[in-house]
C-alpha cells in the first residue's frame, strides 16, 4: 500500500446482490481485504448492507449474514450493520430511483460513520 491510512471504510453496495454474486465468493473477497488492511496495521471500520427482497429470502439471509458473520470472525474490527441506516426506503434521502441515496442521504451516511469513528479515536 502506497498510502497508510489509521483507517479504512469497507462497504459494499445493493448491486453485489442484485448481481447475483455468491455469498461465499463476496465473504472471500470481503475477508482479503479485511487480511490486507490487518496486515498493514490499518484499522477497519465494516459497513453491511442489505439485499433487495427480490432476491429470495434463502439469499438475502446467507448476503446479510456474511457481515456479521466477519464482525464475530474479527472481535476487533468496528462493525456498522447497515451502511444505509435511517436513509434507505427514506423517499427525501434518495434520488428519483428510489434506491441510490442523494446529496442529503449522503449526508446523513456521512454524519453516521463519522459518530462510529469518532468514538474510536
Same mark, same amino acid.
Request: overall charge negative; glycine content about 14%.
Given at each position: 500500500m502506497k498510502s497508510k491510512p !489509521?483507517?479504512?471504510?469497507l462497504a459494499l453496495g445493493g448491486n453485489d446482490a442484485l448481481r447475483g454474486l455468491l455469498p461465499t465468493e463476496i465473504k472471500k473477497n470481503? &475477508? $482479503?481485504a479485511i487480511d490486507i488492511a490487518k496486515s +498493514?496495521?490499518?484499522n477497519v471500520l465494516l459497513a453491511g448492507m442489505k439485499a433487495p427482497p +427480490?432476491? =429470495? &429470502? !434463502?439469499?438475502t439471509e446467507r448476503f446479510e449474514n456474511v457481515f456479521? $458473520?466477519?464482525a464475530k470472525a474479527y472481535p476487533d474490527m468496528t462493525f456498522m450493520p447497515f451502511l444505509l $441506516? =435511517?436513509? =434507505? =426506503?427514506e423517499a427525501n434521502l434518495n434520488l428519483p430511483d428510489g434506491i441510490h441515496? +442523494? $446529496? &442529503?442521504g449522503h449526508e446523513v451516511i456521512a454524519q453516521h460513520l463519522f459518530g462510529i469513528l469518532k468514538k474510536q479515536l
Open positions: !489509521d483507517w479504512v471504510v470481503l &475477508k $482479503e +498493514n496495521h490499518i +427480490n432476491m =429470495g &429470502k !434463502d439469499y456479521s $458473520e466477519l $441506516e =435511517g436513509v =434507505g =426506503g441515496p +442523494n $446529496e &442529503k
